[in-house]
């Protein structure tokens, strides 16, 4: 049976058991459940704490785990990305208060605090920057005015928490990152794993996408099929009316919109974009 890590809490908790339950996984109903048997698929979950799934992955006794790009490089584990799951998107950075520019040197024989220790230390080393790191284990951005750091590293997603605490981030990102499937690094291909792997991928390619579903006068096909070309080529049928046609084709969610716009503008009628939940392409 594929053993497979899972976030039990945390930023990547939830849109984790999502997205495996929306590719056909049981997923746990019951917070405090640590194991999930789906006998269906020879599936069995594990719902580990965040920091600790590269390190089950890496060791070896669990086949594939769904954590942050971040974790695993603090986590120094032998671990390899299979795929990006498109969530938990995030930057990790330095920051310090405002009120003055700031650079990496200034971190020179400061107190710095963060709860990855081994991405900070990383990456002070690259600029030959010697701090005090000081490990904590969240709420990082309160260290600062409690006295124990002069500056941080820490996730940045929306930035709200360091305007909060009159803090800016400075220098180059540290890590950008995203959630991401993992796996020991070198572990041999099985086709358990690429089963899980094929429909995760599915449902990460289906959000990225809406399905375009529009009719067309004839005459304008040419046109409308240079807007949506689609994936592999669009489906062109007949209607009633044999001077129109329907066209359904896939596109890109970011530019959904923008599409709709030029085939409403091109003449195209009745344009609807709906969901995709999962593929295989
Ligand atoms: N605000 C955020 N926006 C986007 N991603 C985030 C955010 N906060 C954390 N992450 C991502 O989530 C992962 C860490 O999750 P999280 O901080 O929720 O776990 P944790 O700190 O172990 O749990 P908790 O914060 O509940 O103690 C990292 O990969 C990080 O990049
Ligand atoms: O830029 P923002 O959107 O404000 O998000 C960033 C915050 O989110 C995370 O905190 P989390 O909720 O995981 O708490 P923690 O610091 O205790 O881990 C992260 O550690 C930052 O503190
Ligand atoms: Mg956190």
Same mark, same amino acid.
């Given at each position: 049976?594929?053993?497979?890590?899972?976030?039990?809490?945390?930023?990547?908790?939830?849109?984790?058991?999502?997205? *495996?339950?929306?590719?056909?996984?049981?997923?746990?109903?019951?917070?405090?459940? =640590?194991?999930?048997?789906?006998?269906?698929?020879?599936?069995?979950?594990f719902f580990l704490r965040p920091k600790d799934i590269a390190?089950?992955?890496?060791?070896?006794? @669990?086949?594939?785990?769904?954590?942050? %790009?971040? !974790?695993?490089?603090? $986590?120094?584990?032998?671990?390899?990305? %299979?795929?990006?799951?498109?969530?938990?998107?995030?930057?990790?950075?330095?920051?310090?208060?405002?009120?003055?520019?700031?650079?990496?040197?200034? =971190?020179?024989?400061?107190?710095?605090?963060?709860?990855?220790?081994?991405?900070?230390?990383?990456? =002070?080393?690259?600029?030959?920057?010697?701090?005090?790191?000081?490990?904590?284990?969240?709420?990082?951005?309160?260290?600062?005015?409690?006295?124990?750091?002069?500056?941080?590293?820490?996730?940045?997603? $929306?930035?709200?928490?360091?305007?909060?605490?009159?803090?800016?981030?400075?220098?180059?990102?540290? /890590?950008?990152?995203?959630?991401? @499937?993992?796996?020991?690094?070198?572990?041999?291909?099985?086709?358990?794993?690429?089963?899980?792997?094929?429909?995760l991928q599915g449902v990460v390619f289906a959000q990225q996408? !809406?399905? @375009?579903?529009?009719? /067309?006068?004839? $005459?304008?096909?040419?046109?409308? =099929?240079?807007?949506?070309?689609?994936?592999?080529?669009?489906?062109?049928?007949?209607?009633?009316?044999?001077?129109?046609?329907?066209?359904?084709?896939?596109?890109? %969610?970011?530019?959904?919109?923008?599409?709709?716009? %030029? *085939?409403?503008?091109?003449?195209?009628?009745?344009?609807?974009?709906s969901d995709i939940r999962s593929c295989r392409l």
């Amino acid at each position: 049976m594929l053993r497979v890590a899972v976030p039990n809490k945390g930023t990547l908790s939830g849109p984790a058991s999502e997205m *495996l339950a929306e590719a056909g996984y049981r997923q746990r109903h019951e917070q405090r459940d =640590l194991t999930v048997i789906d006998s269906v698929n020879e599936v069995e979950f594990f719902f580990l704490r965040p920091k600790d799934i590269a390190i089950y992955v890496g060791s070896g006794e @669990l086949d594939l785990g769904i954590t942050g %790009r971040d !974790l695993a490089l603090d $986590s120094g584990a032998p671990i390899s990305e %299979r795929l990006a799951l498109g969530f938990g998107g995030s930057t990790f950075r330095y920051a310090a208060p405002a009120g003055r520019e700031w650079t990496v040197a200034d =971190l020179q024989g400061k107190r710095l605090a963060t709860s990855y220790p081994r991405l900070v230390t990383d990456n =002070l080393a690259n600029y030959d920057v010697q701090a005090e790191v000081i490990r904590l284990d969240g709420a990082v951005e309160i260290s600062i005015q409690l006295g124990v750091a002069d500056a941080i590293a820490d996730v940045v997603g $929306s930035g709200r928490t360091l305007r909060q605490h009159n803090l800016v981030a400075f220098g180059e990102p540290i /890590c950008r990152s995203d959630a991401v @499937l993992v796996e020991r690094a070198g572990s041999p291909a099985s086709q358990a794993k690429d089963q899980l792997v094929a429909r995760l991928q599915g449902v990460v390619f289906a959000q990225q996408y !809406l399905m @375009l579903d529009y009719d /067309c006068p004839k $005459s304008l096909l040419d046109d409308a =099929l240079t807007v949506t070309p689609g994936l592999e080529s669009p489906t062109v049928a007949p209607l009633a009316d044999p001077e129109w046609v329907a066209i359904r084709a896939m596109v890109s %969610r970011i530019d959904a919109n923008l599409v709709m716009d %030029r *085939l409403s503008a091109l003449g195209a009628k009745a344009i609807l974009a709906s969901d995709i939940r999962s593929c295989r392409l």
